[in-house]
């Protein structure tokens, strides 16, 4: 056994589910963030002129895409070599302080710096709070506290959605309901700031650092057992991640484009989209996660997920196929391929290069998007099927590479799989 896993052993038992949702808040804001900022920009791009390839560019760069990704790499890094708390504590307030320049912004060089600053924050603090959450929860039930982190995601876009709804169109307000949406999520950053400052650091990460050894080079993730976990994590979240970060840009804009939908009916999908998300991860991820097979419970969503994207490649769009569509994916995703790449991602590396592998795979992942989506708007206005299609392969190839490589750590240790992965070296 390596050096790194025989100091990995601190053996938490005790339930911490204040810090798991402190940490969790990390989701609601990236999601929100992903979600507010893609309403704002349709209204900011008539009162400020913003061309197509600047509406590309700020959304490639933004929080749904590279400028997370970088963030995430940076971050990830700097977690390990520096703690869990130092970064996931700040970079909330330099995420408010972006957020604030969206609500504030004039001009357009300012909704761009806003959008960088946001994604750079939001992707720092994700290895961080993933990192922490799994060190801390007892190991009988890290897959459980992962899942809170997953409800919040889905949280995210359904309280941003409905305040945008109420706000810009009910209300009447306009671009200053769009302001209103990102003014709340500067109060949540700063409401983090504030109290994370009483959290500890991770228990297990300090244990690295007082036992005085040198932590493996970053060299040792790219060789190995480590290299097959960041292909495989890399696989699975990528192609599904092409999927979500597609068809949660365009699904709205068809569904009102083709008729299928009126702008309320639109929202309305959406929200009970995240919303059955959040239904499965509490009732099937949450309560089974940590006494079944993990293969065969990510299987079930990924299949199913395959089916209920297939329908809008297969069928006219109607009423009937988009609700049956939207509740496939929607509930099937609850314990799909995000649950467990969060999951994973922390349970197949050690403690001293846990958050640098994570904030990696999330870097290729995020960044991957940013550069396939300059292609989508191509695609959709050519042939809506024919990127039905393109969606449904991508969660396909995430379904089968889950299937040859996706592990089964249920009810294990961290350092147990650490020894795991050791043996079979």
Request: some cysteine; aromatic content about 12%; charged content about 10%.
């Amino acid at each position: 056994m390596s050096q790194v896993e025989i100091v990995d052993n601190p053996h938490i038992e005790q339930d911490n589910w204040k810090a798991t949702i402190l940490a969790g808040l990390a989701n609601y804001i990236d999601s929100g963030s992903i979600v507010s900022g893609a309403a704002a920009l349709a209204l900011w791009q008539s009162l400020y002129g913003l061309s197509d390839n600047l509406l590309g560019l700020i959304a490639a760069f933004g929080p749904n895409a590279i400028g997370a990704g970088v963030g995430a790499m940076i971050g990830g890094w700097l977690c390990d070599k520096l703690g869990r708390k130092r970064i996931y504590q700040y970079d909330m307030l330099v995420y408010a302080i972006g957020m604030t320049v969206l609500v504030f912004a004039v001009a357009p060089w300012m909704i761009v710096l806003g959008f960088v600053i946001v994604g750079l924050a939001v992707g720092a603090d994700i290895p961080a709070s993933w990192s922490l959450i799994a060190e801390e929860a007892p190991d009988e039930r890290r897959g459980k506290h992962s899942g809170v982190a997953q409800i919040l995601w889905n949280l995210g876009p359904v309280v941003v959605l409905l305040m945008s709804l109420f706000l810009t169109d009910l209300m009447g307000l306009g671009e200053l309901g769009a302001r209103l949406v990102f003014a709340h999520l500067v109060v949540v950053a700063l409401g983090l700031t504030f109290l994370r400052r009483k959290m500890r650091e991770s228990r297990r990460w300090e244990e690295t650092q007082e036992a005085g050894f040198t932590p493996p080079p970053l060299s040792a993730l790219f060789k190995g057992r480590y290299a097959v976990s960041i292909a495989g994590l890399v696989g699975i979240y990528g192609f599904w991640n092409l999927w979500a970060g597609t068809n949660g840009l365009f699904f709205p804009y068809l569904m009102e484009t083709l008729g299928v939908a009126t702008h309320s009916q639109s929202i309305a999908l959406q929200c009970l989209n995240f919303f059955l998300g959040m239904v499965a991860n509490y009732v099937i991820f949450m309560k089974f996660v940590d006494r079944v097979s993990h293969k065969a419970m990510f299987m079930v969503s990924a299949v199913m997920q395959v089916i209920g994207m297939s329908l809008l490649a297969l069928f006219p769009l109607t009423v009937p196929v988009v609700i049956a569509h939207v509740f496939l994916l929607g509930f099937f995703q609850g314990f799909g391929a995000q649950s467990f790449f969060q999951l994973w991602s922390a349970e197949m590396f050690p403690t001293a290069l846990r958050s640098t592998a994570q904030g990696l795979c999330f870097a290729i992942v995020r960044i991957t998007l940013g550069v396939f989506s300059f292609f989508v708007p191509m695609l959709a206005s050519a042939d809506f099927t024919v990127l039905a299609w393109i969606l449904t392969g991508f969660l396909a190839i995430s379904a089968l590479i889950g299937w040859l490589w996706a592990p089964n750590n249920a009810g294990k240790s961290l350092e147990d799989i650490q020894c795991e992965q050791q043996a079979a070296a």
